[in-house]
């Protein structure tokens, strides 16, 4: 007879648990939110900051896909996570970007203390309102766990109805869709690719996934995650700069239209006086990549690279590339970062039309770690990734506003944003259509 | 904190076992070897049988590729393997293809006392030389675990160098593979289809996984496994009748070419003593289909269905439909069991082919369960099913022989072959690759 082992205590964990947490660290975040923490603690401790959930697809209507309790009870558990010591000596001891205590010991003291403020829910024609009200440095940090809770509360609410066998071949077949993914990119001598799929991704334990088939797939080539937590569990780099909410609030703070249309460059040097280094990324297209380019100061060519993030990436890439050449710099010393809804299609587009000219880094989202189209035995359209964002939409109280290449990327109050349209203008801005 | 639950126990028990056994159950075995066993042990109790392993895949040194003293070991192990008393009962209170008490209480009583006999193996030129010496009864009951056994040890062997994510990749893509082909299936109305893949899975669990993905993916159209185990763990319906072996060894024992000529007629007399019903099934192909049927007797013609096993199916069928014509039968209220070499195209072909002309059954075998071909994340040719058989070669000291419709696919010694050849002739014989 064969002994079959079955594991008691654990069957009767598994059916008297109450909560299955989606977020069990705070370093389960991005990077980059981290780079922007230690600069607004020290820079903007007394700024306050609201970001507010949107759901850029309207036609779902999440109010009535996850039950309001039980993202109640994943954001308060939220709330009790703290940084272990274990990861604060791994921050305090690691390098980042190749710098050694990127981190300074002040800083990481304060996020010893750390916990997410508390937050403001309620459900309206079928969507959330939920808003985080307080300090820039406290709500700044909710945008990734309230995305990666509402991304997973969703896929656990498609997944409910589906017995043991049929989650088994949708698994299956999202690994295997996965891999081809894996194989494709694989042939790209020279390719550097990193996850930026943390607040997308259908689960925790499917982003970890991805990021081992990434590992194990196309090494070298992999570059690291933006995810702290991943990044630390699998010895990784962990990867990421800063995004819009800085000049956003920057813009919002400056109130007049000329400190408004110099926030940007406010945000870079600001950046560049606690970074530097190959942590000069720019990020163009807060307010309009081609208001940007026109009014930028010399000193932004000398920057590392660009990050397109709401243009097509040839269009966007080579845009920049024009400037760069206008600018008397050569590309092929720089860097452009993809990371706006990028699949394995575009990659390989991307890559082969740029080879040569310009170095390239492209940050994979959605289609990462949320990539189940056709994956469900039986149709599932709730296994979508949708477009759901989180965003600053007030600092001190005062409105601020994202214009993006892409009219659709925009956020903000209506009037505010016909005010910034005044200021930077609209060339070069186009709707597309935004998936993810 | 999260509570992590890991089974001491179990990781203790994996590291410290001895053998992980393939063959677990008596009834681990296709259906027909015990239809024939009770008609063996009613009929033919004192006749010798020696069964012998042929691998037909000669490029494959299947003796480089297994250690034999993990041959040993596993084949060892299944000689320790007796009846349960769960078995026995089912055995003796399920119905099989309609009938109740299709064993009878004397068989089942002997059966409860079986083990599986010795064998005898060596190495030559990088194969084994396995054979099976003794009682019919007996030996006829190795032909599946020694086939099972080689099989998996071989996917074993395969499997050895790989870590836990290719692994993991590989399952994956077998599973959608898999699923692939039943969303393919499910598309034919009133598809009966079973499995025959014991003999060639790649391991018991896979089996198993393939027979719940039909299960569940195609319903009623999923009408049986051969695998008596599976047929009983999972309430599906256990199906077969039987094999080349009963008028190989008719023929091997009748001795003169008038005998040898008669000898598969008198299985189905036989045959049709002890059961008769839905197992009116003839398999026409042991010594040529064509000389077959010319020398039928008119009760053949009705019979419930024939298999044809080793012509292409749209070919084999339409010869036994102009027979059942010519002999004034309808086809229409007969069946055809299709099961040679069978993927979901020759499936579907076969299918639509013969559509209202005949009733249709499809015995799925290696492709169902072992289709593992561009699976592993690097090439590996050793997943790569092979056409291993194990056939009886002797009765009473003389020589048994096959020539089927299939050159490729005869057995026995070159001399006996031509004597039969001579008493069958070869028209309509023709020599197609044996993948499987």
């Known amino acids: 007879m064969v002994f079959r082992v079955l594991d008691i205590a654990k069957r009767v964990h598994d059916h008297t648990w109450k909560l299955d947490p989606i977020i069990r660290s705070l370093l389960?975040?991005?990077?980059?939110?981290?780079?922007?923490?230690?600069?607004?603690?020290?820079m903007h401790r007394d700024v306050d900051a609201t970001f507010t959930l949107i759901n850029r697809t309207t036609s779902i209507r999440l109010a009535?896909?996850?039950?309001?309790?039980?993202?109640?009870?994943?954001?308060?558990?939220?709330?009790?996570?703290?940084?272990?010591?274990?990861?604060?000596?791994?921050?305090?001891?690691?390098?980042?970007?190749?710098?050694?205590?990127?981190?300074?010991?002040?800083?990481?003291?304060?996020?010893?203390?750390?916990?997410?403020?508390?937050?403001?829910?309620?459900?309206?024609?079928?969507?959330f309102e939920l808003h985080f009200h307080g300090k820039w440095t406290d709500t700044t940090m909710w945008e990734i766990p309230a995305l990666a809770i509402i991304n997973e509360l969703r896929s656990r609410a498609a997944m409910r109805g589906m017995g043991p066998f049929?989650?088994?071949?949708?698994?299956?077949?999202?690994?295997?869709?996965?891999?081809?993914?894996?194989?494709?990119?694989?042939?790209?001598p020279g390719l550097s690719i990193s996850d930026f799929g943390t607040r997308r991704r259908h689960s925790f334990l499917w982003q970890r996934w991805c990021v081992?088939?990434?590992?194990?797939?196309?090494?070298?080539a992999f570059t690291g995650t933006s995810n702290v937590l991943l990044a630390m569990d699998n010895d990784l780099e962990a990867v990421g700069t800063n995004a819009h909410?800085?000049?956003?609030?920057?813009?919002?703070l400056a109130e007049t239209d000329e400190g408004i249309a110099r926030a940007n460059y406010k945000v870079l040097e600001d950046w560049n006086r606690l970074y530097g280094g190959n942590l000069k990324i720019v990020l163009p297209d807060t307010f309009g990549t081609a208001a940007?380019?026109?009014?930028?100061?010399?000193?932004?060519?000398?920057?590392?690279?660009?990050?397109?993030?709401s243009a097509p990436p040839i269009e966007g890439g080579e845009r920049i590339i024009r400037w760069w050449q206008e600018q008397g710099r050569d590309p092929r010393d720089k860097i452009l970062i993809f990371s706006d809804g990028l699949d394995v299609d575009t990659i390989i587009n991307t890559y082969r039309h740029f080879e040569g000219r310009v170095r390239m880094a492209f940050g994979w989202g959605t289609n990462l770690t949320n990539d189940f189209v056709d994956c469900a035995p039986r149709r599932n359209d709730q296994l979508r990734a949708i477009s759901l964002v989180c965003k600053v939409t007030e600092a001190n109280g005062l409105p601020a506003v994202k214009l993006s290449d892409n009219p659709r990327k925009a956020t903000g109050d209506p009037r505010e944003i016909e005010r910034y349209?005044?200021?930077f203008g609209s060339e070069e801005r186009a709707e597309k259509p935004v998936y993810v």
Chains 1, 2 share one sequence.
């Not at 389960?28 to 020290?42: A, E, N, R």
Request: negative net charge; without cysteine.
């Open 28 to 42: 389960d975040t991005d990077f980059y939110k981290l780079m922007m923490l230690q600069m607004i603690w020290k």
């Open 64 to 127: 009535e896909e996850i039950d309001i309790g039980e993202l109640r009870a994943q954001l308060d558990h939220a709330r009790t996570v703290r940084l272990t010591k274990k990861e604060a000596i791994w921050l305090a001891g690691n390098s980042f970007y190749g710098r050694k205590q990127i981190f300074e010991p002040d800083f990481l003291a304060w996020l010893a203390e750390f916990r997410l403020p508390d937050y403001e829910i309620a459900q309206k024609d079928g969507q």
């Open 166 to 188: 049929e989650l088994d071949v949708l698994y299956a077949r999202a690994k295997a869709k996965m891999w081809e993914k894996v194989e494709r990119l694989k042939q790209l």
């Open 212 to 220: 081992q088939a990434l590992q194990e797939g196309i090494g070298e």
């Open 245 to 252: 909410e800085l000049p956003m609030v920057y813009a919002a």
């Open 292 to 309: 940007f380019l026109r009014h930028a100061p010399d000193w932004v060519a000398d920057w590392t690279g660009f990050r397109p993030d």
């Open 421 to 423: 349209l005044r200021i």
